[in-house]
């Protein structure tokens, strides 16, 4: 397994943006998804993406506000969010290694240490 390094994210007031990097030091995945935790709250999918071709999905509440893009030359995923809101403050992970590239999280096998994002009103 390659692991994956994250980078970025910090804090932020309610409209603004954020960026965070996950590096696959060494190794490269066909799939890379992004993941949240809020406090007290089960982990819950962001977006995914294909990085050979950088199609990407997203789940309903990031769609229109978060992107995710890839430079496969740095093997490095990005998570850029814009428009952040209150309650999008969470650990954010990336994760690879699933067979199919979706939202199931126990279909991951290696994880990002978590980048705290925190949004304040």
């Known amino acids: 397994q390659v692991p994956l390094v994250q980078s970025g994210g910090g804090s932020v007031q309610a409209g603004g943006s954020l960026t965070v990097s996950c590096a696959a030091s060494?190794?490269?995945?066909?799939?890379l998804g992004w993941f949240r935790q809020a406090p007290g709250k089960k982990r819950e999918a962001v977006g995914v993406?294909?990085?050979?071709?950088?199609?990407?999905n997203y789940a309903d509440s990031v769609k229109g506000r978060f992107a995710i893009s890839r430079d496969n030359t740095k093997r490095t995923v990005y998570l850029q969010l814009n428009g952040l809101k209150p309650e999008d403050t969470a650990m954010y992970y990336c994760?690879?290694?699933?067979?199919?590239?979706?939202?199931?999280?126990?279909?991951?096998?290696?994880w990002g240490q978590g980048t705290q994002v925190t949004v304040s009103s």
């Open positions: 994760a690879a290694g699933p067979l199919f590239c979706r939202f199931r999280e126990s279909e991951y096998t290696t």
């Open positions: 060494g190794g490269f995945y066909g799939c």
């Open positions: 993406i294909y990085t050979e071709f950088g199609s990407t």
